[in-house]
């Protein structure tokens, strides 16, 4: 008994103010007058009498009623002290008047619910730190601050081509263009450059662009021009050929992508950023917990709607729209 009642006050001895400020939460929303609760600006409970692990509404379970609980049950005690913790609110929210019939069942499945929810996220946490297949996932939507490879930011021209008529003529331009910025360092400069060259009927586009890794992965930048999250994709072409541009004021040759003609001018790089695994696998934990946690939900609403399947009327969206039509 004793080795019963250690395991569960390690987890429950504050069972009066944490647990039951979180149980009790659905039936406050529902405003009844929730004086089974506690604030921060209140004192903290006395501690638990030696022999109870856990009170609940005013009302104490000790030890041995847990114990013999759980052996006529045969489940955990963890999940009969829930139970019985369940059964004293609702028992103490019936005697105050705070439970009508019609409000009796949602209560007692936001109760219920919001146990699960937080058995579920101990159960998350149970199963250890991430794992590898985690700590990848993870990283992965994370990239730009954990796992970040070399970057070009550039400026580029594009000469278009939008019909098959159009590449020679489309060529002829770009190389106009190229021999027109030709030398030229500064970002702004270039493009005006480029812009002045006559296009004729060819579409024309000549733009800065957001940083591109060398396998097309793309960033944006926050206010204070740090890499900040993860963009669409560039072209594999052009982004090869930007990154293997060398130095600030570089220029590329022609280089040909599904759109048309580039020339590009390297406008800033950014160096490699990538934080050793184990202090990802840290710095991941809480989102791995929410993410195990959010999946093992989902798991149980599928079981859910497997084996109760959920039905509409045809005519139930006719209807539902006639509401308040008469008012």
Not at 88 to 97: F, H, T, V
Not at 243 to 268: C, M, P, Y
Request: charged share 25%; with cysteine; aromatic share 4%.
């Amino acid at each position: 008994m004793k080795g019963l009642k250690g395991m569960v006050r390690s987890r429950t001895s504050n069972i009066n103010r944490a647990r039951l400020g979180l149980l009790l939460a659905p039936i406050c929303l529902l405003g009844a007058s929730c004086r089974h609760t506690t604030s921060s600006s209140e004192a903290v409970p006395a501690p638990l009498p030696s022999a109870m692990v856990a009170r609940a509404a005013g009302e104490g379970i000790t030890a041995a009623t847990l114990g013999e609980a759980a052996r006529r049950s045969q489940a955990s005690p963890q999940g009969v002290l829930d139970s019985m913790i369940v059964a004293r609110l609702m028992g103490a929210a019936a005697r105050d008047g705070m439970l009508d019939r019609g409000r009796y069942r949602t209560v007692r499945r936001a109760v219920l619910s919001r146990v699960m929810l937080e058995r579920i996220g101990q159960q998350a946490r149970a199963n250890g730190p991430p794992r590898d297949d985690e700590l990848a996932e993870m990283t992965a939507a994370r990239w730009v601050k954990l796992d970040r490879p070399s970057a070009v930011r550039t400026a580029h021209v594009l000469v278009r081509i939008e019909q098959p008529q159009q590449k020679s003529a489309a060529r002829l331009l770009a190389e106009k263009i190229r021999m027109a910025v030709a030398g030229l360092r500064d970002e702004q400069t270039f493009l005006e450059r480029a812009r002045s060259v006559p296009s004729g009927k060819l579409q024309v586009v000549a733009e800065s662009l957001p940083p591109v890794t060398a396998d097309g992965r793309t960033f944006s930048l926050d206010a204070q021009g740090r890499p900040d999250s993860p963009g669409p994709s560039f072209d594999p072409a052009f982004a090869k050929a930007a990154n293997a541009l060398e130095h600030v004021g570089d220029q590329s040759d022609l280089v040909r992508t599904k759109f048309g003609w580039h020339v590009i001018l390297l406008a800033q790089r950014y160096e490699a950023h990538r934080v050793p695994a184990e202090q990802r696998r840290e710095l991941l934990a809480e989102p791995v917990y929410s993410r195990r946690a959010a999946r093992a939900v989902e798991r149980l609403l599928d079981r859910a709607r497997s084996t109760r399947p959920i039905s509409v009327r045809r005519s139930a969206m006719t209807e539902t729209g006639r509401i308040g039509a008469d008012r």
